[in-house]
C-alpha cells in the first residue's frame, strides 16, 4: 500500500507540530540537537510489516528517520519480482517521499564468509541513502577476522560498519582490537543491555552516560531501551520505569553532544500492555524522548 502525500500530511501533522522548532530542524524528530528514530525491528509483532506498512508506521509515530532491518529490503525486492538493487531507487523514493530517511540498514552477518553477498549488502545500503550497516559483536575469537573483512568493506564503500553490543558488553569491550582495523568502523551502542549487563565489578562497568563520553567519536548510534540492573533483574520495561538514565540522556547530548552525530533510535523489547500495539508504543517512546529534551 503506497501512501500518497494526503495521507502522509493528515497522519504526520500532529507529530510534525510537536518536533522543536530552533536549531536545525532536519526531521519531524529533531529535538534540538537529538534525532530520535527508531530500529524497525520496533514493529515486528504487527501483522503487517513491509516496507509500505513501515512508512506508515514511522509517519504514524512522529519519527523522520529509522535504522532498516535488512529482511524488510529483501522482502520488499523478492515482492517486485527480483532481488535487484536496480529496483531500489523505487523504495527510497517512498520513503524520501514521506519524509523518512534511512540512516541504517542493519545486516547482522556481514564480514562474513560470503563475500558476494557483503557486497550486495554494501550496495543496498548505498542506493537507500544509508550511512552505516549495524551488526552484531563477534565473539572474541572472531575479532580479528571479522573486524578485518568489515573493514576492508567499510574502506573500499565509504561507509561505516558499526557493532551492535547485547549483554556481553562490558566497559572494556571497546578497548580491544575490534574497532582498531579502520576508522570506519564504528559502535551501535544499546544503552539498555549495557545497563542490564552491570556486575558488581567496577572495573568492567562505568556508568552508560560515562560509556557514550568516553566513546563518542566511535559511536555512530544508540539503541534506546529501558532495562533494570542484573539486582533489579534485567527487566525490559516501559520508557522511564527501569534503571537505565534515558531522561538524562537526552538533554546530556544536546549539552555535551553537540557536533556529535550521533543517531537515537527507539528499540521497542517491552511487553506490550493489553489494548495497546507497537506502533502505538513506539510513538509514546518517542514522546518520551520529545519531553525529555524539552519539546
Known sequence: ???GRREFLGLGIASAAGMCIGGEARSRSWYNGVEVG???????????????????YAVEDGLG??????????????????????????????????GVSIHI??????????AKEDEYRMAVAKALGAKCITREVPKVEEYETIGRRCAALADK??????????????????DGPLLGYSPNLRINFDIGHYVAATTDDAKRFIDPIAF???????????????????AHGSKNLEFGKGDTPLAKLIPFLQKKGKGWPIYCD????????KGSDAVKEVARCNAFCRNAAGC
Open 266 to 273: 527507539i528499540e521497542l523489547e517491552y511487553k506490550i500492555p
Open 212 to 230: 557514550i563520553e568516553k566513546y563518542h567519536d566511535k559511536i555512530f548510534s544508540l539503541h534506546l531501551k529501558d532495562r533494570t540492573t542484573k
Open 1 to 3: 500500500m503506497n501512501i
Open 38 to 56: 527508531c530500529i524497525t525491528y520496533s514493529y515486528r509483532s504487527m501483522r503487517n510489516k513491509n516496507a509500505e506498512d513501515i512508512v506508515k
Open 105 to 114: 540498514v542493519k545486516y547482522g552477518g556481514i564480514g562474513g564468509k560470503n
Open 65 to 98: 528517520t529509522l535504522e532498516l532491518k535488512g529482511e524488510v529490503v529483501d522482502e520488499f525486492l523478492k515482492r517486485n519480482g527480483a532481488r535487484d538493487i536496480k529496483r531500489l531507487p523505487a523504495l527510497r523514493k517512498m520513503f524520501d517521499d514521506a
Open 157 to 174: 564503500h565509504g561507509i561505516f560498519i558499526a557493532f551492535h553490543n547485547h549483554t556481553q558488553i562490558d566497559a572494556l569491550t571497546y
